[in-house]
């Protein structure tokens, strides 16, 4: 539609028909479009980003791409690992967002038959106490979320619940979930020192290794397929979690520096301030 069609378009690289390009896309939008090649300034960081962003989102949906027969296999597998009677259909991954005290949320998001389920995702704001405390912030989610297990907002009781995290958190959120009386499978998904995913902690403390930077020599080609088939599922959830954590943290940040910005403004009171905030 040429109703978006924005005034001026930022590209990666110079264009050699870049002229009749605007020149087309302006008769479009009714309105004059520029094509721009940034090679310095705030401009080309604003591309950097939008580069980066891209990057980032390609990965996320490639991760959660994949066959059905593979991802099929690998929720057998996790059935395998924790003992359950059927794959697991729905996961449910939390993850926390700290900047500041006053920014601190946790988010929920599910994955149905091995993919993301976005209409299900929820975010939570930490109430219940002063500070950063991962441990603190993660118990106050999962008892809000499990106390409401019958509500049918939050969708269907879990198969099973993931943590990013490691067995602290595990070791923290279990006697949560026995204290409702559940008997939910639970794993921290643990990085390695770059921050990617490494592995599953269980609650009974062992370790499931999915990324391993040498070949094993022990390990068959079934095996490796299991493995990295985990992997990909494991990494997509904790980078889906992640990303989510930190969508409303973001948000909650921006809305706190425009009100800053709106206080500084000599004749905007609350009223007003409020009004242009909801804007």
Do not use: C
Not at 66 to 85: N, V, Y
Not at 114 to 122: N, T
Not at 167 to 191: C, M
Request: proline share 4%.
């Amino acid at each position: 539609a040429s109703s978006y069609i924005p005034a001026l378009i930022l590209l990666p690289e110079s264009l050699a028909e870049a002229d009749l390009i605007a020149d087309y896309l302006s008769q479009l939008a009714g309105h004059k479009v520029e094509l721009r090649w940034p090679q310095r300034g705030e401009k080309k960081q604003i591309l950097a980003m939008a580069q980066k962003n891209a990057k980032q989102n390609l990965s996320r949906h490639t991760l959660i791409g994949g066959s059905a027969t593979g991802l099929s296999h690998t929720l057998m597998k996790l059935a395998d690992i924790f003992h359950l009677e059927e794959p697991p259909r729905r996961i449910e991954a939390y993850d926390m967002a700290n900047l500041a005290s006053s920014d601190r949320t946790g988010a929920m998001v599910v994955f149905t038959e091995g993919k993301p389920l976005r209409s299900a995702y929820r975010h939570f704001h930490i109430k219940s106490f002063e500070g950063n405390d991962d441990y603190r912030s993660m118990a106050e989610v999962i008892s809000r979320r499990h106390g409401r297990l019958e509500d049918s907002k939050f969708g269907s009781r879990p198969d099973l619940i993931l943590l990013d995290g490691g067995l602290g958190h595990v070791r923290t959120i279990q006697p949560i979930l026995e204290s409702f009386g559940l008997d939910i499978p639970l794993a921290g998904i643990v990085k390695d020192r770059r921050h990617r995913t490494h592995g599953l902690v269980l609650s009974d403390g062992s370790f499931i290794e999915l990324k391993k930077d040498r070949e094993d020599d022990q390990e068959s080609a079934d095996q490796r397929s299991e493995r990295l088939g985990l992997l990909r599922l494991m990494t997509a959830i904790q980078n889906e979690a992640h990303y989510f954590a930190g969508r409303l943290q973001k948000k909650a940040g921006f809305k706190r520096t425009v009100r800053y910005s709106l206080e500084e403004i000599a004749g905007v009171g609350p009223s007003r301030r409020r009004l242009l905030l909801k804007q």
